[in-house]
C-alpha cells in the first residue's frame, strides 16, 4: 500500500515521492533503500480510501474515542456516549465501531457480547442494541472469549478497512469510533481510511493522575500531526464517592492539575469529569443500560452535561 | 548482549491502565532491595511511563563502545532502565509509529543496550497482543525467558482481555508465572470501608480457569500511586501492597 511507505530518513533528492506513478522508476530511486516497496505497492492512493467515503456518505458525524492511555474508560465512555446520544432523540441513529482488535470490549458493555455479525448483499449486518443503536466488533467474529488476535500492524489495517467500508450502517447521525491505546497502526489507519470521508472529529479520555495525562498528551500531538480536531477532553474515575459515608476521595489524585488544567495548556476544549461509580462498573461487566436503570448516579448527570457539549460541537461544524 | 542477565520476565496484559508499569516498577525496587541487580526495560513505545514512575525524566541514554548505556536509579547501579522516553526531546511528544519501526525499535532495545551484569531483566509491555509482543517473543527465541507475569484488573471487561493474553502466551510458549489482581478494592479513608469499585476475585478467578498459579491482590492505594521511584516495601512496609510484592519477589527468586 503506497500510502502506508515511509520516506527513509535520506531521501534521494529528486524522489518523485510514494505516490507518484514513477515511485521506485525513476532514474533518482536507484540506491534508495525503499526501492523495491515503492516500485512494487500500487502507485497512487490506496483505492480503500474511496471506498470508506462511498460507505460512510450516509453518516452525518463521525467521532474517534482516542486516549494514550490504556484503561481509562474509552470503551465504557463511548458506550455512554452512544446510550446517551440514541435515548435523547428516539429519531436519531447512533452506532458504535471497535476498532480494538487485540482487546474488543464493546460487546460486553454494551450487552451483546454472544450475538453474532450477518452478511446480506449490502454488506455485513452490525448488532442492534436499540432500535436506533448498532454495534460492530471484531468480538462478534471470534468463536470463543480465549481467542487471541495476534496479528501484526497490516492486518490489522486490513480489518478496520473492512470494518468502515464493508459495514451496512444505513443512515446514522453519529458514528463513535472506540480505539485501542496507543498512537500506531490501529490510529493511522482510521485517520488515513476517513481522510476523504469527513472526520468530525475526536474525543480524549482520561483520568486524572499524571501518568495518564502524559500519555494523554503524546495522544493530542498526534491528533496534532495528523490534523485530527480535538472536539474535547473527557476527565473519567475523577472522584470517588464512599457508598458508606458519602466521602468524597481522589483514589488517582490529580497532582498535577488533571485533564482540566492539561486542556488549558494545550489549548485544547474540557467536555467534563465524570465520577467513579462501582455500580457503574459493574452495569458494564454485565452490559446493562445505566442510563436508564440509574437515572440518579452522579455520573449520569455529569454525563449529560457532556452529551449537550459534544452535540453542540458537532452541529456548529456542520453548518 | 543479554548473555550475562540471568533471569529474563515479561510483564503482560491484554488490557491497559491495569498497572503494568506499576507492578513492573515496584517489582523492579523490590528485588533491588533484595540485594538482586535489576534492569528494567519498557517497550511501551507509544506510551512509556516508566521514566515517570521512576522520576527519571530529564534522563538521557548515552552511546559506549559496548551500546547504548541504560539510565541508572542509584549511585550502585544496581537499577538499569531503559525507556523510549528517554530518547523523545519533549514528554508531549508523540511516537506515530506503524508495527515495522516499533519492530526495529524493539529489537535494537534487546540487543543493543550494555546492561551488564544483571540477576533480573523485567520487561514492560504495552497492552494488547500485536507487534511489540511478538517482536520480543522472536528476538528472545535464543535467550532463555523465565516467563511471564500477567496483571488484571478485577471486572469482566478487563479478565476478558487477559483471557486473551493467556492464549497469546500458550500459543508462543512463554511459560506463565502467574496472575496479579490489581485495584481489588479501596479502603475508605475515613470510614475504613472497603469497596470492590472494580469488584474482585476475578483474578484469582482467572487464574483457576487458566490453570496457572495465582499471585496475589494489589488493593488501591494512592499512596502506591505516589511513591515515585520509592520502593513500596521499603517506605510502606506495612501496607498489603507491601506484603504483596515480597511474595511476589519471593515466589520469583526462588524458582
Same mark, same amino acid.
Given at each position: 500500500?503506497?500510502?502506508?511507505?515511509?520516506?527513509?530518513?535520506?531521501?534521494?533528492?529528486?524522489?518523485?515521492?510514494?505516490?507518484?506513478?514513477?515511485?521506485?522508476?525513476?532514474?533518482?530511486?536507484?540506491?534508495?533503500?525503499?526501492?523495491?516497496?515503492?516500485?512494487?505497492?500500487?502507485?497512487?492512493?490506496?483505492?480503500?480510501?474511496?471506498?470508506?467515503?462511498?460507505?460512510?456518505?450516509?453518516?452525518?458525524?463521525?467521532?474517534?474515542?482516542?486516549?494514550?492511555?490504556?484503561?481509562?474508560?474509552?470503551?465504557?465512555?463511548?458506550?455512554?456516549?452512544?446510550?446517551?446520544?440514541?435515548?435523547?432523540?428516539?429519531?436519531?441513529?447512533?452506532?458504535?465501531?471497535?476498532?480494538?482488535?487485540?482487546?474488543?470490549?464493546?460487546?460486553?458493555?454494551?450487552?451483546?457480547?454472544?450475538?453474532?455479525?450477518?452478511?446480506?448483499?449490502?454488506?455485513?449486518?452490525?448488532?442492534?442494541?436499540?432500535?436506533?443503536?448498532?454495534?460492530?466488533?471484531?468480538?462478534?467474529?471470534?468463536?470463543?472469549?480465549?481467542?487471541?488476535?495476534?496479528?501484526?500492524?497490516?492486518?490489522?489495517?486490513?480489518?478496520?478497512?473492512?470494518?468502515?467500508?464493508?459495514?451496512?450502517w444505513g443512515n446514522l447521525d453519529y458514528l463513535l469510533m472506540?480505539?485501542?491505546?496507543?498512537?500506531?497502526?490501529?490510529?493511522?489507519?482510521?485517520?488515513?481510511?476517513?481522510?476523504?470521508?469527513?472526520?468530525?472529529?475526536?474525543?480524549?479520555?482520561?483520568?486524572?493522575?499524571?501518568?495518564?495525562?502524559?500519555?494523554?498528551?503524546?495522544?493530542?500531538?498526534?491528533?496534532?500531526?495528523?490534523?485530527?480536531?480535538?472536539?474535547?477532553?473527557?476527565?473519567?474515575?475523577?472522584?470517588?464517592?464512599?457508598?458508606?459515608?458519602?466521602?468524597?476521595?481522589?483514589?488517582?489524585?490529580?497532582?498535577?492539575?488533571?485533564?482540566?488544567?492539561?486542556?488549558?495548556?494545550?489549548?485544547?476544549?474540557?467536555?467534563?469529569?465524570?465520577?467513579?461509580?462501582?455500580?457503574?462498573?459493574?452495569?458494564?461487566?454485565?452490559?446493562?443500560?445505566?442510563?436508564?436503570?440509574?437515572?440518579?448516579?452522579?455520573?449520569?448527570?455529569?454525563?449529560?452535561?457532556?452529551?449537550?457539549?459534544?452535540?453542540?460541537?458537532?452541529?456548529?461544524?456542520?453548518? | 548482549?543479554?548473555?550475562?542477565?540471568?533471569?529474563? =520476565?515479561?510483564?503482560?496484559?491484554?488490557?491497559?491502565?491495569?498497572?503494568?508499569?506499576?507492578?513492573?516498577?515496584?517489582?523492579?525496587?523490590?528485588?533491588?532491595?533484595?540485594?538482586?541487580?535489576?534492569?528494567?526495560?519498557? =517497550? !511501551?513505545?507509544?506510551?512509556?511511563?516508566?521514566?515517570?514512575?521512576?522520576?527519571?525524566?530529564?534522563?538521557?541514554?548515552?552511546?559506549? !563502545?559496548?551500546?547504548?548505556?541504560?539510565?541508572?536509579? !542509584?549511585?550502585?547501579?544496581?537499577?538499569?532502565?531503559?525507556?523510549?522516553?528517554?530518547?523523545?526531546?519533549?514528554?508531549?511528544?508523540?511516537?506515530?509509529?506503524?508495527?515495522?519501526?516499533?519492530?526495529?525499535?524493539?529489537?535494537?532495545?534487546?540487543?543493543?543496550?550494555?546492561?551488564?551484569?544483571?540477576?533480573?531483566?523485567?520487561?514492560?509491555?504495552?497492552?494488547?497482543?500485536?507487534?511489540?509482543?511478538?517482536?520480543?517473543?522472536?528476538?528472545?527465541?535464543?535467550?532463555?525467558?523465565?516467563?511471564? =507475569?500477567?496483571?488484571?484488573?478485577?471486572?469482566?471487561?478487563?479478565?476478558?482481555?487477559?483471557?486473551?493474553?493467556?492464549?497469546?502466551?500458550?500459543?508462543?510458549?512463554? +511459560?506463565?508465572?502467574?496472575?496479579?489482581?490489581?485495584?481489588?478494592?479501596?479502603?475508605?479513608?475515613?470510614?475504613?470501608?472497603?469497596?470492590?469499585?472494580?469488584?474482585?476475585?476475578?483474578?484469582?478467578?482467572?487464574?483457576?480457569?487458566?490453570?496457572? +498459579?495465582?499471585?496475589?491482590?494489589?488493593?488501591? !492505594?494512592?499512596r502506591v500511586g505516589a511513591l515515585l521511584g520509592k520502593a513500596?516495601?521499603?517506605?510502606? +512496609?506495612?501496607?498489603?501492597?507491601?506484603?504483596?510484592?515480597?511474595?511476589?519477589?519471593?515466589?520469583?527468586?526462588?524458582?
Amino acid at each position: 500500500m503506497a500510502s502506508t511507505v515511509e520516506n527513509p530518513t535520506n531521501i534521494p533528492e529528486h524522489c518523485p515521492g510514494t505516490d507518484s506513478a514513477n515511485a521506485g522508476k525513476a532514474s533518482a530511486c536507484a540506491g534508495c533503500p525503499n526501492q523495491q516497496i515503492c516500485a512494487s505497492g500500487p502507485a497512487g492512493p490506496d483505492p480503500g480510501i474511496q471506498l470508506v467515503k462511498e460507505r460512510l456518505e450516509q453518516v452525518r458525524n463521525k467521532v474517534l474515542v482516542l486516549s494514550g492511555k490504556g484503561g481509562v474508560g474509552k470503551s465504557t465512555v463511548t458506550a455512554m456516549l452512544s446510550r446517551s446520544l440514541a435515548a435523547r432523540d428516539k429519531d436519531s441513529n447512533v452506532a458504535v465501531l471497535d476498532i480494538d482488535i487485540c482487546g474488543p470490549s464493546q460487546p460486553r458493555v454494551m450487552g451483546v457480547l454472544n450475538e453474532q455479525v450477518h452478511q446480506s448483499g449490502s454488506g455485513w449486518s452490525p448488532v442492534y442494541v436499540d432500535d436506533n443503536l448498532s454495534v460492530m466488533s471484531i468480538g462478534f467474529l471470534l468463536s470463543s472469549p480465549d481467542d487471541a488476535v495476534i496479528w501484526r500492524g497490516p492486518k490489522k489495517n486490513g480489518m478496520i478497512r473492512q470494518f468502515l467500508s464493508e459495514v451496512d450502517w444505513g443512515n446514522l447521525d453519529y458514528l463513535l469510533m472506540d480505539t485501542p491505546p496507543g498512537t500506531s497502526d490501529e490510529h493511522l489507519s482510521a485517520s488515513t481510511y476517513l481522510s476523504q470521508a469527513g472526520l468530525t472529529g475526536a474525543v480524549i479520555v482520561t483520568t486524572p493522575q499524571e501518568v495518564a495525562l502524559l500519555d494523554v498528551r503524546k495522544e493530542i500531538d498526534f491528533c496534532k500531526k495528523v490534523k485530527i480536531r480535538v472536539l474535547g477532553v473527557v476527565e473519567n474515575m475523577s472522584i470517588f464517592v464512599c457508598p458508606c459515608c458519602k466521602r468524597l476521595s481522589e483514589i488517582f489524585p490529580a497532582t498535577t492539575g488533571g485533564a482540566k488544567k492539561m486542556c488549558e495548556e494545550l489549548n485544547v476544549p474540557f467536555l467534563g469529569s465524570l465520577p467513579l461509580d462501582p455500580t457503574v462498573a459493574r452495569y458494564c461487566d454485565e452490559g446493562k443500560d445505566f442510563i436508564s436503570e440509574l437515572p440518579n448516579s452522579p455520573v449520569v448527570q455529569a454525563l449529560g452535561e457532556i452529551v449537550k457539549k459534544l452535540v453542540t460541537v458537532c452541529e456548529s461544524r456542520e453548518e | 548482549m543479554l548473555e550475562n542477565v540471568k533471569h529474563v =520476565i515479561l510483564v503482560l496484559s491484554g488490557k491497559g491502565g491495569v498497572g503494568k508499569s506499576t507492578v513492573s516498577t515496584q517489582l523492579a525496587l523490590t528485588l533491588k532491595e533484595k540485594n538482586f541487580k535489576v534492569g528494567l526495560l519498557d =517497550i !511501551d513505545l507509544c506510551g512509556p511511563s516508566i521514566p515517570y514512575l521512576l522520576q527519571l525524566e530529564d534522563k538521557g541514554v548515552h552511546q559506549s !563502545d559496548e551500546g547504548w548505556v541504560p539510565v541508572y536509579t !542509584d549511585q550502585e547501579q544496581k537499577l538499569a532502565v531503559m525507556s523510549i522516553g528517554f530518547l523523545l526531546n519533549s514528554r508531549n511528544d508523540a511516537v506515530v509509529w506503524r508495527g515495522p519501526k516499533k519492530t526495529a525499535m524493539v529489537k535494537q532495545f534487546l540487543t543493543d543496550v550494555s546492561w551488564g551484569e544483571l540477576d533480573y531483566l523485567l520487561i514492560d509491555t504495552p497492552p494488547g497482543t500485536s507487534d511489540e509482543h511478538i517482536s520480543v517473543m522472536e528476538s528472545l527465541k535464543g535467550v532463555k525467558c523465565d516467563g511471564a =507475569i500477567l496483571v488484571t484488573t478485577p471486572q469482566q471487561v478487563s479478565i476478558e482481555d487477559v483471557r486473551k493474553e493467556v492464549t497469546f502466551c500458550k500459543r508462543t510458549k512463554i +511459560p506463565i508465572l502467574g496472575i496479579v489482581e490489581n485495584m481489588s478494592g479501596f479502603v475508605c479513608p475515613s470510614c475504613t470501608e472497603c469497596t470492590n469499585i472494580f469488584s474482585k476475585g476475578g483474578g484469582e478467578a482467572l487464574a483457576n480457569l487458566a490453570e496457572v +498459579p495465582f499471585l496475589g491482590v494489589l488493593p488501591i !492505594d494512592p499512596r502506591v500511586g505516589a511513591l515515585l521511584g520509592k520502593a513500596c516495601v521499603k517506605e510502606l +512496609p506495612e501496607s498489603p501492597s507491601a506484603k504483596t510484592f515480597n511474595e511476589i519477589a519471593e515466589k520469583i527468586t526462588c524458582t
